[in-house]
């Protein structure tokens, strides 16, 4: 792993985590065709460092919203002892409650984690799921939108997002995009399904690095590549914070579609070069 590759990947984990496009299906594919988890280095340890750069990019892009769930969470038991209050009021306490049960159907994946992970050794898989994303993006862009949020969304709402979003576990992909087609589809607006997306991908980024972490510590591991871990974490972190940026603009001039195209492309390339390489 060179200088230069860290900062390669740094940015594409940035860009392509919060893009509905896929950063496990870049960045396995990335992985293959440089050689790099065949080369004795510790690919996932790299990766763990990587997810941990966008997490931290999520947290501090949605600070507020993030803190108003904090907050509110302690203030929520006093209010709802007082007869005259409205649990409702407490956006951030319901948001926090859509949040857990969109994330509770991704434990049903726990025993067949073994079998997603080998999936990412395999291109062809990944080009041909990328070309299924694609595809639900393009869904996604034809769809009328709601007006549900964190106020008046109900649980159930909640809980076919995270069936949905199960399917974001097989690389190629896109989470971001599954889950703001699935929130669409169940009537959110475009920009709370953003929103709700984004905020979600931290408890699931959060547990999928602890299982990643479980399984590089398996790994051999040099303190020597810790600088260059760094590295591509600070990559990641200042790209990642930029994407976001740049997809709640995308969002909010109605192009969210235009990313079907990318994965359709993306994802041809991809079977290509299997049959090359």
């Known amino acids: ?62 600070w507020n919203d993030f803190g108003e769930i904090f907050f509110q969470v302690f203030d929520f038991a006093a209010a709802s002892r007082s007869s005259g209050s409205s649990r409702k009021a407490y956006s951030g306490v319901r948001m926090l409650v859509m949040m857990i049960f969109a994330a509770l ?7 067949f984690n ?28 034809q769809l009328k939108e709601g007006r549900k949020t964190e106020r008046n969304m109900e649980i159930s709402d909640a809980i076919i997002i995270g069936l949905c979003q199960m ?23 475009r920009d709370f399904s953003l929103k709700f997306s984004l905020m979600l991908s931290f408890p699931v980024m959060f547990i999928a690095n602890i299982v990643r972490i479980v399984e590089a510590a398996a790994l051999p591991f040099a303190f020597s590549d810790v600088p260059l871990c ?22 909010k001039d109605g192009h969210f579609h235009w990313f079907s195209y990318y994965s359709w492309v993306a994802g041809v390339i991809f079977i290509i070069l299997t049959m090359i390489f």
């Open 1 to 62: 792993m060179s200088f230069w590759n860290s900062i390669l990947f740094g940015i594409v984990q940035g860009i392509t985590e919060f893009f509905p496009v896929s950063s496990s299906a870049h960045l396995s594919v990335m992985f293959n065709l440089f050689g790099i988890t065949n080369a004795g280095y510790n690919s996932k340890m790299f990766s763990v460092f990587l997810h941990f750069g966008t997490l931290i990019a999520v947290l501090i892009s949605y």
């Open 230 to 251: 760094l590295l591509g974490m600070a990559v990641a972190f200042v790209t990642g914070m930029l994407a976001i940026r740049f997809l709640r603009k995308i969002i």
């Open 114 to 141: 073994s079998a997603i992970s080998s999936l990412y050794e395999s291109s062809l898989f990944i080009g041909i799921m990328l070309v299924l994303s694609g595809t639900v993006i393009y869904i996604a862009g």
């Open 167 to 189: 399917v974001s576990a097989l690389p190629g992909m896109s989470r971001t995009g599954t889950v703001m087609t699935a929130g669409i589809a169940v009537g959110c607006s």
């Open 105 to 111: 159907p991704l434990a049903m994946l726990l025993p």
